[in-house]
């Protein structure tokens, strides 16, 4: 190893091959125990990145985002649940999280992604979201 910088969400280490000739690196991530997620219906299941990339990138889709943006808000998301240092969480806290951080990406993003967190039935649901994101 030849050398290696440590960051709030990874660490990257910088290595050379036994030979000498080649130089590489590496990015390493702590993973932790999984979290189990309740839902709506009080099913129980466990935790998946990749299916809050999904809900997230659903939500944010032809809008003027980049993947990198995209990316950036998944791992907040991702770091805030680690960092609630809980085994078992409800998936209504995970929403909140993701709505704050739309909030502040892409308003229609926002809205879109709360129109199914919280369970739009009628206009008016979308109206009185609109009046607050305005506010």
Do not use: Q
């Not at 036994?18 to 702590?30: D, I, P, Q, S």
């Not at 998301?77 to 809980?86: A, C, F, R, Y």
């Amino acid at each position: 190893m030849v050398e290696s910088r440590e960051s709030t969400e990874s660490v990257r280490r910088r290595r050379e091959c036994l030979t000498g000739k080649h130089r590489f690196t590496t990015y390493e991530k702590v993973h932790s125990s999984p979290i189990t997620v309740i839902k709506r219906d009080w099913k129980k299941e466990v935790f998946s990145i990749e299916k809050l990339e999904k809900s997230i990138s659903i939500a944010c889709t032809k809008r003027p985002l980049d993947k990198d943006s995209i990316s950036k808000v998944v791992f907040e998301v991702e770091k805030d649940i680690h960092s609630l240092n809980e085994k078992i969480i409800n998936s209504k806290k995970i929403g909140e999280i993701v709505i704050n951080k739309l909030k502040v990406l892409d308003p229609v993003a926002y809205i879109r992604f709360a129109s199914v967190y919280k369970d739009f039935k009628n206009i008016s649901n979308f109206e009185k979201e609109l009046k607050t994101l305005k506010k």
